[in-house]
């Protein structure tokens, strides 16, 4: 089964920006697998923020965007907020219609 | 708006078949996939399987074997059951509309005697 890894836990200041990244064990992650980037806050349902890679949703604020980045799914986030302290996942799919989320990644804005 | 609701007795026996119900209100689940996802209490989610509305199904390979995922577009509902549960599959149960754009708010299943 395809193992799909996050950074454990990141840092951000607030105003800042960080980079999320979500690789797959198979290979480089293309469109192909159609990211998605999931929110998490705790006693919370996770939410979508990205899909297909880029696309965001009504609610996904703008300060978030998805991409492909050096052969990984990247979930960037410009001009942190305190309440974006989160756990954020990731998913993707394969061809054969596996469906695998990532590990999780604990963003702490401090 | 469309609402998802997970129901479900909250503790089963080990060796137990673990069920749960995934109640769509506000809407029609037909034309759409609908998952079940788990998360171990601390832990990441996992994703268990998904169904269409025709009743076609894909299952995680590593529950595959103790999962059966079924629906009934008359009652507006998707069900979850889970066999020979153990400790190891208590946590909090997800339904999730496709492309995961809408989630229940999760049942905790706790393994127990």
């Known amino acids: 089964q395809a193992v799909v890894t996050q950074e454990p836990s990141l840092t951000v200041s607030p105003g800042g920006t960080v980079t999320l990244t979500c690789g797959s064990s198979?290979?480089?992650?293309?469109?192909?697998?159609?990211p998605y980037w999931f929110q998490q806050k705790p006693g919370q349902a996770p939410r979508t923020l990205i899909f297909d890679t880029d696309n965001k949703h009504s609610w996904t604020p703008a300060r978030f965007s998805g991409s492909l980045l050096g052969g990984k799914a990247a979930l960037t986030l410009s001009g942190a907020q305190p309440e974006d302290e989160a756990e954020y996942y990731c998913l993707l799919s394969y061809s054969d219609a596996r469906v695998v989320f990532g590990g999780g990644t604990k963003l702490t804005v401090l | 708006q469309v609402q998802l609701q997970e129901s479900g007795p909250g503790l089963v026996e080990p060796s137990e078949t673990l069920s749960l119900i995934c109640t769509v209100s506000?809407?029609?689940?037909?034309?759409?996939?609908w998952n079940w996802i788990r998360q171990p209490p601390g832990k990441g989610l996992e994703w268990i399987g998904y169904i269409y509305y025709s009743g076609i199904t894909n299952y995680n390979p590593s529950l595959k074997s103790r999962v059966t995922i079924s629906v009934d577009t008359s009652k507006n509902q998707f069900s979850l059951k889970m066999t020979s549960v153990t400790a190891a599959d208590t946590a909090v149960y997800f339904c999730?509309?496709?492309?995961?754009?809408?989630w229940g708010r999760g049942t905790l299943v706790a393994v127990s005697s």
């Open positions: 999730a509309r496709h492309p995961f754009d809408l």
């Open positions: 506000g809407g029609s689940i037909s034309r759409y996939y």
């Open positions: 198979t290979g480089p992650v293309t469109s192909s697998h159609y």
